[in-house]
């Protein structure tokens, strides 16, 4: 039976992230379900979001009738949902020894709004230290996916399911390869919490080199 031996530490902070249709949703679900086999109990959330009053503000900027913000704007918000998330959800689980998987995090702000809507990675930056000092995952996965894969799959998905595209997969694609590019340099530059893995595999290959890719940085035995 495969099994997770943690070390005797708290919990350890994970995050997903990538452009659109990167499979973000479904590797953390076969992450979470890998780690309960192995008997943790992680907690699975996601932004902007994953707390009550993030809630509120996800509401406003996803689903919201607002079609189009300032950019820097989008990026206020976001930070302020992300510290009603991380003081509410992420910091009392970690505290608990839960492990934490968060479908996007601070890297989104920095790739969406910094590099995509151009306001820069060192003013993305500079609010990341002032509203949450150096706290950073421990470990983050960067699903790489070429543009045309990535908004294939999802509207494959809204045509499945009826719904309609998001106003970011409306961007043109020069906003979709920026954004690549700025995961790819989020990367580059942070080389001890960051790992990309090609997101065009099979869902079970890009499991697989996940799971690797968490026994070996957060030093956990997983069989
Ligand atoms: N945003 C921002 O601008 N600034 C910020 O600071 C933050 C966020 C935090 C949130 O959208 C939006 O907010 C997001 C960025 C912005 N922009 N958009 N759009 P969301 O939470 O509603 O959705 P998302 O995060 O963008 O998710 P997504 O890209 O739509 O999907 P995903 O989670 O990466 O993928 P998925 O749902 O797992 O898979 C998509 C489809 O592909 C689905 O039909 C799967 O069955 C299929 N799939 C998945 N993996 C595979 C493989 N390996 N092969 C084939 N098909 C696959």
Partial sequence: MRGVKPPPTSGKFITLEGGEGAGKTTQIKLLADFLKAGGLDPIITREPGGSPAAEVIRSLLVEGAVDRWQPMTEALLN????????????????????????????DSTVAYQGY????????????????????QPDLTVILDIPVDEGLARTRNR???????EDRYERMDEGFHQRLRDGFLDIA????????????????????AEIRAVVGQRLKVALA
Avoid: K, M
């Avoid at 949902?81 to 492990?99: Q, S």
């Avoid at 306001?119 to 000092?133: K, M, P, S, Y």
């Fill in 116 to 135: 995509g809507h151009d306001l820069g990675r060192a003013a993305i930056d500079e609010l990341h230290r002032l509203v949450l000092g150096y706290f």
């Fill in 79 to 106: 930070f302020a949902a992300r510290l009603e998330h991380v003081r509410e959800t992420i910091e009392p689980a970690l505290t608990a020894g839960r492990w934490v998987l968060c479908d996007r995090f601070a």
């Fill in 188 to 207: 580059r530059r942070n080389p001890e919490r960051c790992v990309v893995i090609d997101a065009a595999q099979e869902p079970e290959t890009v499991h």
């Fill in 158 to 164: 809204e045509q499945a399911e009826g719904s309609r």
